[in-house]
């Protein structure tokens, strides 16, 4: 399965994944606003293509060339004037109007494509997320989710609108003046569209270029600063200045190479606009000179001509940036494309715990199916009881608890909670029936009662702090000038392993789950720290099904069961005793660690 996103999604897709934005079902409102803002659009184009017949009026009543001033009512140079002024501010103040209008429409949409974005992150596999490069990745959404206003209001309010607007010059154009003048004109921007569309298409494919680049720096910077106590543990500053620095050259000279090909894209664009004005204004000076055209008429052309020439250049940015987008976007619903790989099951109920027994029956499961991890596990964990876990490196300790909160399917088998299948109910009360205390805590850069609290959000104060009392953490929150509104810093890095783990236990406790998981919850601490967290982790089983994955035996000495798994397979099972009495891969586990730790 892929993991990243296809920056190859086609123009044609993306514009039809993002319509729906601009006309939704059931949204009234939006659909009111788009259409008001394309009312408001028309007037403001007839009122732009009819402003520089005031303009030619004036200047044959200035110059009393014409007789044509009489059909506007009779309104003389200064109030000629004047209405092409009016008529000027008019269409800039419905084009502001219809921006005004249309604003909510492209905000609405930027936030639920976001908010879309963001949720189909959280359910992608867990398989995803160990393979994601967190700085590619933000770039990413980010990039996208600005593309998505500018797209609808571009799709809305330059395409078609320009279309609109330069048809009615050139009708006008051949109906007051020549044919050949539309002809012309036709040329120029034939000529001018080609050569903006062709240089455009070859600058995406560099600037697609400048994005991966991008990316790979701003993956690259935050990598870096994530494992920031691990680049000054081994003295690797200027290592990692040098990767960040390679990948910047990369971009630095995709980015030269873009704005090379801008100078040359805007200098072939102004060659081909200047050759056309020049053509039609020498044709129309020389219909003055014949007397054929008033110099009113002359004026009239030239207005028409930069009338055009705006929405040329416009057209060419619009198109850079409509293209742009168009990528920024491709690879954004290049993620959304991404398949869930653990999906509820249509209509599936909500788990329901009546004591919380955990059963595996003939479980196969790896990561890479031609690698398995688990060999046809059968494990059953009875309601109200303490099972441990146990095995070197590599056994598929972990495996089971990912299994359990369901990260992943298994491969055959079975997995059930009180009878039912983890696959056959919804994640959600699955995940709201288990507690998982891991091996190293992770908190939230927020408050220290943010991070308590989020095992149940709707919790009081009071309940927060009955929590953290129960594990032991209370006094601790207290004695910090800020009490439970400290900050805990990124991933919690301002606390030490002992006081992560004691919030770690406290948010639990808070969620209060009939189904425990602890997967190595101390094995990363110092043995005196261990040891009271482990009474903590006592207090907190008691009641509950607990499923302990132990890496230091001595923890575990008093589970109901111990399990041994060696290579997949469980190997041994019994309470430590009896496992000690059998003299097998158990008791050599024990033994040697007793040597390891006697000899510290």
Known sequence: MSTSPDPETSGINVIRRVIPYLWPEGQGWVKRRVIFSLIVLVLSKLIAVGTPFFYKAAVDALSGDGTDAAWMLGMGAVGLTVAYGVARLLSVGFQQLRDVIFAAVGQRALRQLALETFNHIHRLSMRYHITRKTGGLSRIIERGVKGVEFLLRFLLF????????????????????????????????????????AVTEWRVKVRRIMNAQDTDANQKAIDSLLNFETVKYFGAETREAERYDSAMEKYVAAALTTSYSLAFLNFGQSVLITGGLVAVMVMAAMGVSSGALTVGDFVMVNAYMIQITLPLNFLGSVYREIRQALVDMGEMFGLLEQPAEVQDKPNAPALNVSGGAVSLKDVTFGYDEARPILKGISLDVPAGQTVAIVGSSGSGKSTIGRLLF??????????TIDGQDVRDVTQDSLHAQIGVVPQDTVLFNDTIRYNIAYGRPEASFSEVEDAAKAAKIHDFILSLPDGYDTTVGERGLKLSGGEKQRVGIARTLLKD??????????????????????????????????LVIAHRLSTIADADQIVVLENGIIVERGTHDALLAAQGRYASLWYRQETEEDAA
């Open 513 to 546: 789950p009939p189904i425990l998981l602890l997967d190595e919850a101390t094995s990363a601490l110092d043995s005196e720290t261990e040891q009271d967290i482990q009474h903590e982790l006592k207090g907190l089983g008691r009641g509950r099904t607990v």
């Open 158 to 197: 330059s395409i078609g609108p320009l279309v609109l607007e330069l048809l009615m010059i050139a009708v006008v154009l051949a109906w007051v003046f020549d044919i050949w003048y539309l002809v012309v004109v036709f040329v120029t921007i034939a000529l001018y569209t080609w050569f903006t569309f």
């Open 406 to 415: 369901r990260f992943y399917d298994v491969n055959a088998g079975s997995l």
